[in-house]
């Protein structure tokens, strides 16, 4: 379920108060996920920033990362790790305006779209700060990247139906290129969530599907 999902998530590396709608504000780690996805959707500079200081410091004990790159942008760097013992993408954000806001608009949409973690998109497995720097970090189940032609076509199916699975919870992707499509245990999953767009028109699902048409058949 939901909060089955939701409870599986590891915010500051403590128990999460995933059904009470009092949250905290503190840097203890006992946060309501959902609140806070509530209060980081307002608008504005503050927002942002009042947003990534409510987050917890993950402790080092518990999120361990290597210098084995995966990507590198002008906004984030993602390199392999492990959340416990369980091997992970870690994805960093440098602390630019721009950077801040592409974080909070992603770790959002992690959070609203936990039913299709595993199924549509990767887990979420932790989320907060690095303690030295505060710089904002997702940490999502370490996937593979999607096969080039010919290989591409025998994943064509199920990228269709992570896309179906993304727009019948009401949101578009928005970017679907090579490098946002994933694979894990078989499965597509779709990362990369920035541009998610929740409450969708018709326009954003059906250039969704006509931007992953083309991906399949290139």
Known sequence: S???????????FKPLRTVSSSSSSSNDGDCDLRAWAAGAQQRGVMATVSAINALPYLDPLCLTYTDDS?????????????????RAAIKVYNRTGA????????????????EVQGSSIPKLLALGRLPHSGAPVLALTLCQPLPL????????????????CLHAMGHSHGDLTGSNLLVFEGRVLLCDLQTCQRGAGQDSLQRDVADLEQLLQD
């Open 149 to 164: 032609p010919p290989l591409r076509e025998q994943f064509a199916a199920s990228a269709r139906e992570a896309l179906a």
């Open 99 to 114: 950077a801040l806001h592409l974080f909070v608009a992603e770790a959002v949409n992690y959070i609203l779209l936990s």
């Open 2 to 12: 939901d909060l089955d999902s939701l409870s599986s998530l590891r915010f500051g």
């Open 70 to 86: 995966l990507s590198c942008s002008s906004t984030s760097t993602v390199v392999k790790g492990f959340v416990g013992f369980n």
